[in-house]
């Protein structure tokens, strides 16, 4: 390399998964080599079923138009905005003004580094959970502010500790990531931390963002800006990647108060020049669901999550029954994560992702994703049954 790279990229490493998917290709290939079914990937939270028909139509529809493949809005088509506020008044309670409190994003993964970029200088302080999505810690770091990690821990239901939290310095803290329904925990939004959380929002003038993908999963939909006074200090990422199987697609939004809105739009103009016009238009037939469709969604899911759970079993792992989401997130019997997760990868063939990528809390667990099939997951589960078995 000729010229050294930025400062901040010294401070990351590539994404997980994308080292794992290497790794698991490598495997693969010794595996047929030998004869053998390639490995099982019940890693990432990549939905495998398709979206609803009509929302196929619409992008199939609009591509065939003329004029529609140039340039699109930067912040999104009026009917997209419209359709989001409309989704958001039926299903979450909360009225949006979709001329300014909604911002269409390329999936709400693009919303953490976007706002990480409009409000952090270096030095400033963010809020992070452990576990929690590793995004975060990495956009904080590329801006080269101070990570403040807080704990969830498993016997506070992987909800924060407020006086814990009133312990910390909080000096100079300005964004706070919070993500419930939670991954990788499957914790549930509640009520009452939701109005916990905007008070000490409140009460320490921080910028706290909810990260609401997994709402509609096994899940009673709940968003924070339901919380009276939320709007004042929150910010809502919501996504059409799990809820409508549009994970590829990548549609997502922020919404919350317009004035933190412009600020975030003022670094999207420079990145990207808009969403392709029949996506668009296929994310509003998508968010125009009805309740029909969500309630086959999950349950399919439902029917996945008791395979899982049998392989959360037969490992000797532990899990909340109570729990849904995309995902089973489970305590190992003994030894760490990585241990198991590298012995049932190389011995059964199954990949579980190692609860430690998402912080040190997640050490002693693993979480299955529920992106597979039945018949998949069963198969899965008698790899794994057959090399328990055999220790015994």
Same mark, same amino acid.
């Given at each position: ?28 290939? %010794? ?19 398709? +979206? ?9 529809? =609009? ?34 003004? +979709? ?41 904080? *770091?590329? =801006? ?28 100079? /803290? ?9 991954? +990788? ?7 009452? /931390? ?39 200090? =929150? ?19 922020? /919404? ?5 809105? @412009? ?45 899982? *759970?049998?392989?959360? %079993? ?16 489970? @305590? ?21 992702? +190692? ?18 099939? /039945? ?15 055999? %220790?015994?």
């Amino acid at each position: 390399m000729i010229i050294s790279p930025a400062r901040r990229t010294l401070s990351v490493k590539e994404y997980y998964f994308s080292l794992k998917n290497r790794e698991i290709a490598n495997i693969n290939a %010794d595996r047929a080599s030998r004869g053998l079914d390639p490995v099982i990937n019940l890693g990432i939270g990549s939905p495998d079923g398709s +979206p609803a028909p009509e929302v196929i139509d619409a992008l199939c529809d =609009c591509a065939r138009k003329n004029g529609v493949h140039g340039y699109q809005s930067y912040t999104g088509i009026p009917q997209l905005r419209e359709a989001i506020a409309a989704w958001y008044a039926k299903w979450y309670g909360v009225q949006l003004d +979709p001329a300014c409190e909604i911002q269409p994003l390329m999936g709400s993964k693009e919303g953490i580094l976007l706002l990480s970029l409009a409000f952090l200088n270096p030095g400033d302080k963010v809020l992070v959970p452990n576990p929690g999505y590793p995004t975060y810690t990495s956009a904080t *770091r590329m =801006c080269e502010a101070e990570l403040l990690k807080y704990d969830l821990v498993e016997a506070d239901g992987w909800y924060p500790d407020f006086g814990a939290l009133e312990k910390m310095d909080l000096t100079g /803290v300005k964004l706070m990531w919070v993500n419930y329904p939670n991954m +990788p925990t499957c914790a549930p939004a509640r009520r009452d /931390v939701f109005e916990k959380l905007v008070a000490f929002a409140k009460k320490h003038s921080i910028l706290l963002i909810n990260d609401n993908p997994y709402s509609f999963i096994l899940n009673e939909p709940q968003s924070i800006l339901s919380v009276p006074g939320a709007r004042e200090v =929150c910010l809502e990422m919501n996504s059409l990647s799990k809820s409508h199987n549009m994970a590829g697609w990548r549609v997502g939004m922020i /919404v919350g108060a317009a004035d933190v809105l @412009r600020e975030l739009l003022k670094v999207k103009t420079q990145m990207d020049s808009g969403m392709f016009r029949g996506i668009q238009e296929a994310a509003v037939e998508a968010l125009n669901a009805d309740a029909a469709w969500y309630e086959s969604l999950n349950a399919e899911y439902l029917r996945r999550q008791a395979v899982a *759970r049998r392989i959360m %079993d037969s490992l000797g792992c532990t899990y909340d029954p109570a729990a849904g989401g995309l995902y089973v997130w489970g @305590r190992v019997p003994s030894g760490t994560a990585s241990e198991l997760s590298d012995r049932i990868l190389y011995e059964a063939g199954v990949f579980i992702t +190692p609860g430690f990528i998402f912080g040190s809390n997640g050490e002693h667990h693993v979480r299955i994703s529920l992106c597979a099939d /039945v018949p998949t997951l069963e198969k899965a589960y008698g790899k794994i049954l057959h090399v328990v078995q055999n %220790d015994r």
